[in-house]
């Protein structure tokens, strides 16, 4: 079964920040890598598709990178409603999550 | 609007049975794959089974399988998830989320969307 791994698991960081979160595949899986954002008690909420595609809807700020097993999420200029979990997700099999990183108000 | 309203979620015995059901409008729902995922605070979110466009084929992950069954009635635009023989870590919220494809030259690629708003399941005594 394919791992996925996220680092860091959480991150303090202040509006206005740049902030990057990685997520690694245990073998390569192309560009088959989707980011989430995850708030308690709402729906999870598609940000990046197909690695690096931006969802209609989804901010700007928002932008992933990377191919094969390492890639990355960034958020250039943290917004207030951007403090939240952030989950990766591999598409190359069954679906399976990385850990999470709960990004934080410093 | 593209909707999915999860329901049927409470409280149960360990070793006792729930049926969830995810009620899709706003989209043709019989041309689409569905899933359900799971998300605890421990784990964070996990993926539990999938059933193709005519309820022909179902995958489950080794957690859940030979415990849950995942179901759909096209006709009634529902989605379902039966789950028997429960147990403490069964209890989560549960979420049923659509599956889009899109085909690039050789890439076929997955993501789920949109997403429920969840319904919790707690197993305990």
């Known amino acids: 079964d394919i791992q996925m791994t996220q680092s860091p698991s959480s991150l303090s960081a202040s509006v206005g920040d740049r902030v990057t979160i990685t997520c690694r595949a245990s073998q390569t899986i192309s560009s088959y890598l989707n980011w989430y954002q995850y708030k308690p008690g709402k729906a999870p909420k598609l940000l990046i598709y197909a690695a690096s595609s931006l969802q209609s809807g989804v901010p700007s700020r928002f932008s992933g990178s990377g191919s094969g097993t390492d890639f990355t999420l960034t958020i250039s200029s943290l917004q207030p409603e951007d403090f939240a979990t952030y989950y990766c997700q591999q598409s190359y099999t069954t679906p399976v999550f990385g850990q999470g990183t709960k990004l934080e108000i410093k | 609007e593209v909707q999915l309203v999860e329901s049927g979620g409470g409280l149960v015995q360990p070793g006792g049975s729930l049926r969830l059901s995810c009620a899709a409008s706003g989209f043709t729902f019989s041309n689409y794959w569905m899933h359900w995922v799971r998300q605890t605070p421990g784990k964070g979110l996990v993926w539990v089974s999938r059933i193709n466009s005519d309820g022909s084929n179902a995958i489950y992950a080794d957690s859940v399988k030979g415990r849950f069954t995942i179901a759909r009635d096209n006709a009634k635009n529902t989605l379902y998830l039966q789950m028997n023989s429960l147990r403490a870590e069964d209890t989560a919220v549960y979420y049923c989320?659509?599956?889009?494809?899109?085909?690039?030259?050789?890439?076929?690629?997955?993501?789920?969307?949109?997403w429920g708003q969840g319904t919790l399941v707690t197993v305990s005594s």
């Open positions: 989320a659509r599956e889009v494809t899109y085909k690039s030259s050789w890439y076929l690629y997955r993501w789920l969307d949109p």
